[in-house]
Every structure is written in C-alpha cells, then in structure tokens.
C-alpha cells in the first residue's frame, strides 16, 4: 500500500482506514458495506450491514435478521469524514459499486459488475433488464473484478441469446419434450426469465428461485407468470413448459419429474463459462447458453476507461492479464488477493475440468507468456 490509500487489502477483507469500514468482508467485521448479495460477497456475522435500499430484499431473505442501513443510489453517507455512496453496477438486482471519498480523492470499488462495450445507455436493450445498469463514476483509483477478463471472453448480443433460448425452448416444445434450463437461482434465474417469450408455454421454476423472483417483482422487475412444479396439476402440460432452476438440479427428482409420456426433458446451462468449448461436455448438457451477469473482456475495458482513474486494482478473476493490459494503457496497475469468486454462483468458479482448464490455460499463455500459469485462474 502506498500512504493514504483509501482501500487497503487486509485478512478480513478489502479495508477503507479512514472510514474504519469494510468492503464485502469475509469474516465478520463491526462495518461491512456490501456490493451485492451473492454469498461471496455478502456474508452473515457483521455488527452493521450497509448496502443499496434496492438489495434490501433480498438481503434480509439470505441473511435473515441484520442491522441494515440502506441507500438509494446516489445518496451520500459520511462516516468518520468519509463520503460513502453507491451505484449501480447493472450484474444482479441492487447490486452496487462503492464510492468513497476523503481527503479529495475518489475511490470506487466495482464489487461484480455487468457492463457493454457500447456507450452507457447506447443499447438499452443489451443491459441486463432486471436490475439498473452501470454507472461510471470518474475516480481516481477504481478497483475493478475481473472474473471474465480474458481476450477470450466477448459476449453475443443479448437478444441473440434470447432469440436462441426461446428457439430450443420452442423446438422442444414442438417434440412434446420439456426445456429445462439451469442458471444461479439469483440473477441469472431471473435475467433468463426476463428473455422468455410466455406465448411457447408455461414457465415453471424451482422452490430456490421463486423465493429470489418475489424480491425482484417487489422491486418492480417485470418477470413473467411463474409456478413451481408442485403447482402445475396437468402434468401433460409439462411437454411444452421450460423448467428454471439452480445448476443442483440435474439429475435429480425435480429434473426427472419434468419427464412426460416417457420423454426426458433437455436439458441446458446458461454461463459465460459456456463459452469455452470444453464447457457443454463438462456440465454434461444437452445446450450451452453463453450469458453471464460479469463483464466480458471489452465490457472491462470500457468501464475502466469510463471512469477516467489513473490507478487500477484488478480483484477476483485473471489478475495478470488484466494488469499488464492496464500497464500497456499507461495505468498504475494493481491487484489485491480476495476471497470472491467461491461463491455458490456456479458463474463465478471456473470451470474444473481438465480440457476447460487447458483451454483458459492456454489463452491466458497467449496474452501474457512471461506470466505463464500464475495468470491461470484459480
Ligand atoms: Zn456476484
Ligand atoms: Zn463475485
């Protein structure tokens, strides 16, 4: 750490020394800001919790009885002569980037974040529809995730995504087989339900994902009708339905349940991890839908370019080949050890089978040979 730095890395998690507070701690701490509420960055055990009034909700629902104090986005907290706010940073509902500010300086934490290679607000239709999309705030330190940040990683456009999902959804239906399509039962469950077109059939969810749509549609998300499989009583009407759920799913009763007239349901994963050929064959599935909730490589690219900061600190992802490409931009580059990217979020581990892992492996050797396989992820 150079003096004065807002952001500090410490054993309990990523520290502001001036405000006494913690960003997404992994131990339990007095002050805990948190981005987002994926189980790797929001955890149980703090004295006080402070995140977006949009993440309330589904906060309280994963860690029950908290001491929350919740901001708009935009609204200022001072705090020990530190200016707290938060932004939207467009990767799960309520999901918010840190801004903190003392002394004259600016600093911004991402947390995860989802934004397009396009100018903010360009291609509306390419945000993630179910939460507010990214902000860029000017700083002069940004400290950015890098869960995708390879040259490898460039998503399609999203309604191209859609249009397929809704494709194989529709030609399922037509075989009289059901569509079962898993994804993190939070954010991706409901950025996928955002895209389905109702008119092809009834859209059944699992127990784990139902709970999360509530959240979402109490904040105003326009998600379309729902019902668990427990409710549908015309089991005959499951051979056109798509099926929503948790990556746990496969192979289990629920999955099997979906099977109509001795026709098993296919079966399909949505992940940006999907993009990696090895990657249909390793989950085993039928389909492999590449959509994720985390930047792509020229997403990255533009978000730090948009916030204008002369310093980067790279977090959980490919940290090597991020920093060299930001040295390359003429930047101050750095990179902070965490613990994010272990969550239960399926989309946020690497894949871990050996021809997936080659793959990445490679790729990262490609754009950064005097790094070699340090640049592997973890
Ligand atoms: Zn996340
Ligand atoms: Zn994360």
Known sequence: MSLGDLVIERPAGLYCPP????????????????????????????????????????????????????????????????RISLHPAGHVLGSSQVRVEHGGRVWVASGDYFATAAPVGALADEDNLTCDPFEPVRCDCF???????????????????????????????????????????????????????????????????????????????????TQLLSEVTDKASLARAIAIGPPSVQDSAWA?????????ASDAFASGWMQLRGARRWRAVDRGFVMSDHADWPGLQRAIAATGAERVIVTHGYEAVMVRWLEQQGLQAGSFRTEFGREDAAEAAPPQSAEAAREVTAAVDAEAPETGPTGAPR
């Open 256 to 264: 099997r349940a979906l099977t109509v007239g001795g026709i098993e």
């Open 143 to 225: 400290i950015t995730e890098s869960t995708f940040g390879l040259p490898i990683y460039r998503w399609r456009p999203q309604r191209e995504v859609y249009a397929d999902i809704n494709a194989w959804w529709s030609a399922n239906a037509d075989a009289g087989r059901a569509s079962l399509l898993m994804g993190y039962s939070f954010g991706k469950a409901q950025r996928l339900l955002a895209g389905l077109d109702e008119r092809i059939g009834p859209i059944v969810v699992h127990a784990a994902v139902e709970p999360l749509n509530r959240a979402y549609r109490a904040e105003g998300v326009r998600l379309p009708t």
């Open 19 to 82: 405000g006494d507070f913690y960003i997404d701690p992994w131990r339990p701490v007095d002050r805990a800001v948190i981005t987002h509420a994926h189980a790797d960055h929001a955890r149980p055990g703090h004295g006080h919790y402070l995140a977006s009034a949009r993440s309330e909700g589904v906060l309280r629902a994963r860690l029950g009885a908290i001491t929350l104090q919740a901001l708009a986005y935009g609204e200022v907290v001072e705090h020990r002569g530190v």
